[in-house]
Structure formats: structure tokens, C-alpha cells
DNA sequence: CATAGAAGTAATTAATCACTCACACCTGCG
DNA sequence: CGCAGGTGTGAGTGATTAATTACTTCTATG
């Protein structure tokens, strides 16, 4: 049978789901090792032990929320990337810029990858961390064609955002706030 | 009696410079909540419980370890500035940047800022890495004339060199790394 | 020398953590 | 219906944590 809405029970896949996408909020604010898992599991509504039927430990979900982070932001740049297809390089990069911009709205999305950074001396953190940068600086090489200054211009505004986003500075109204937000796309 | 080397303890000022000092390392590494107050403890010399002497619990330890590091940024810039007085903006902000170069050197004094923002959501931390910030982008501004958009700019580039360290994208042999790196002044 | 007070710690506390296990409930299928 | 297997949890486990307490050792000074 199809999946009816009288279910009452989810499958693990459909929870999986719920937990990875809650648990983006809960590492966001307070990163890995200030993240419990009771916090994770009050969020996606499940209880604390369940978290550990979907997930074999807490790192292992941790690196699930940063590919799936780092899915999501691939995805917007591909939709982007396939919009400005054909144009100049620092066209291409343009619409990535838009594409970010955008992503920026769910600012858990982009804190979590920061927070990833700031735990990266964890091995397995590390790892996914670093493959995720090292799959998107490719990514957007491939796409934009654009040559290595551009790149590192490109990520080095990201990771001003990112800062931004976590100081709160993107709603402080003092000079310097103002001065690291210069120019900054935001919807 | 001026201070003699005879002396076996220590002033009570002289253990909190130390354990400063020895917290920088330990925060930067494992950040604000992955870093307990035994690890402080440990890298100091000096027993758990008095840690607690020195300071009233941990938040006032990092809280004083983001001031101490953004006091020696801000000497090391103040140094740099002195030097390029009067000069163009972007000759003193270019100035600026090898200051900034060569206290990079030190890997875990900017970690420790970046492990900070990381933290921000904490009342206390958030307070102080904004402060922190605040008078950083104050001073840049002062002393080099510069606008918006190059002050910015020179952040965005401290914020990408941070990344690149936290990453440890600064000994990976791959293109991504190198095309984050490029062209970063390094010693 | 005696002693006040500073330097320093071992031992402990209460809370919280990641993680486990035994068990209950639900659901599709023969 | 019966029952196998998936969904889900209550009630723990031992380890670790930030913070405190009660105590010892040192040292400067009168």
C-alpha cells in the first residue's frame, strides 16, 4: 500500500529525515561538542535513546547534518550554475553570489557548516568538513571556469557572511557592523 | 624584597598570566565548550581547583582569553600602523596585512577568535568577540582612512586565512586547498 | 620565631553527558 | 487471527563535567 496518512509510525528513513533536518537548528547555535543529544532528539520530537537507532553515535549524525548541509548548498548553486550557463566566468560567479544570498535566509545552514570548521581538529569532522569545501571550491572551478583569485574572493565573501551571521552583525546597528556588511546581498 | 627566583610559588597574577597564556591553545583547539577546565588545568601546571581561584568559572577564562588575544592583535596592528603612518590607506592596510601575516605565525591566537564566534550564542562570549570586533574594524578604520568597502575586504581576508588554518587547508597538497590559500602572505 | 594570609591541592559534589538495554507497541502479511 | 519484524521509549549505566570545600604548605613581615 501506498503510504496513507492513518500511519501513525514513521519509517526510520522518513525519521532519519526529520532528525537530520532538526538537528541543523541544535549544532548551529551551539555547535558539536555544546550540542547534547536530548537537545537533538527534543527537537525532531523523538525520544533521546531513538536518536541512537538512527544514528550509530553523536559524530556520525554530526557529519550527516554537515553533507547534508553541504548537499543543500550544492544543490542551490547547480540551480544557479544552470541559469548563467554559457556566460562569463564573473557572470557565473554572480549568480552563485544570488544563489548564496538566498541560502542565506536559513542562516542554520551556513552557521552549521562554521561550526563544522571550529571542530574540524575532530578526525571524522575534519574529514567531512574539509571533502565538503574541497567538493564545492571544485564545483564552483567547474562551473564558473573563474581562475583562483576569483575562487578565494568568491569563498572569502562567504566566509565574511558566515561571521556576519554568527556575531548576529547582520542586525546591530553600530559603524562596524554596518562596515562588514558593505555590499552584502540579503533578502 | 623585589621578586627573586628563589621563590617557589608563584603570585596569584603571575598564574593567571600563565594560565592565559596556556588556555589560548587549549580553547583554540577544541573551543569553548569542547575544552574542559582540567585540560586548562593540566596545560598550566597547576591543579583543576585552582583554576577556580584564578577565575570564577569558565566563561570569565575565555571571556578574558578572547581579550587577551584581541589585545595582542590590536598591539601587533598598532606596531604595523606606526610604521605605515601616513602613508595611502591601502599602504597602510597592506601594512596591516603583514602585521596580520606574521601573527598567524602564532596559529592559535586567531583560532581562538574564530572558536569565539563559534560561541557567540553564549551571552557573555557573544558580548565580548563583538566587542572584540568592534574595536578592531574601530581602529582599522582609524588608522588606515580606508573605506568601507577595503576595510571589508581586509576582514574577509583575516576571516578566510582563519578558515584555512581551522581547516588545516595550509598543509594539504590539493587544489582546493591551494586556490584557498592563494596568494596568503605566510611565514 | 611566630603567625597572618596567600598559594596551592586532594577529594568531593551534584549535575549532565553519550550511550545501552529490556521491553512495549504498531503494522503488514499469510 | 497470529506473529515476525519494524518503530519507539523508560529507565537506566558509567564516565565526565564545572564548581566547592576543607585542608596543607609556603612566605613575607613584625
Known amino acids: 500500500m ?28 551551539r555547535g558539536y561538542y555544546g550540542t547534547t543529544t536530548s537537545e537533538v532528539a527534543k527537537a525532531a520530537g523523538i525520544s533521546q535513546a531513538y536518536v541512537y537507532r538512527l544514528f550509530p553515535d553523536k559524530e556520525s549524525l554530526f557529519v550527516a547534518v554537515i553533507e547534508h548541509c553541504s548537499t543543500r548548498m ?31 535566509v ?14 574540524a581538529t575532530e578526525p571524522a ?16 572551478r ?5 581562475d583562483d583569485e576569483a575562487i578565494q574572493r568568491f569563498f572569502a565573501r562567504g566566509f565574511l557572511c558566515n561571521t556576519v551571521l554568527a556575531l548576529g552583525a547582520d542586525t546591530i546597528d553600530a559603524p562596524w557592523a554596518s562596515t562588514l556588511r558593505t555590499g552584502l546581498r540579503h533578502y
Do not use: H, M, N, W
Open 2 to 29: 501506498a503510504r496513507t496518512s492513518s500511519r501513525q509510525l514513521s519509517t526510520a528513513d522518513e525519521r532519519r529525515e526529520v532528525v537530520l533536518r532538526t538537528a541543523i537548528g541544535a549544532f548551529a547555535t
Open 74 to 104: 550544492r544543490e542551490a548553486f547547480a540551480d544557479a550554475a544552470a541559469k548563467a550557463e554559457g556566460t562569463a566566468p564573473a557572470a557565473v560567479l554572480d549568480a552563485l553570489g544570488e544563489a548564496y544570498a538566498r541560502l542565506i
Open 106 to 119: 536559513d542562516r542554520d545552514l551556513l552557521l552549521v557548516l562554521l561550526q563544522a570548521t571550529c571542530a
Open 125 to 140: 569532522i575534519g574529514d567531512a568538513i574539509r571533502a565538503c569545501y574541497a567538493r564545492e571550491v571544485e564545483y564552483v
Open 142 to 146: 567547474a562551473v564558473t571556469g573563474a
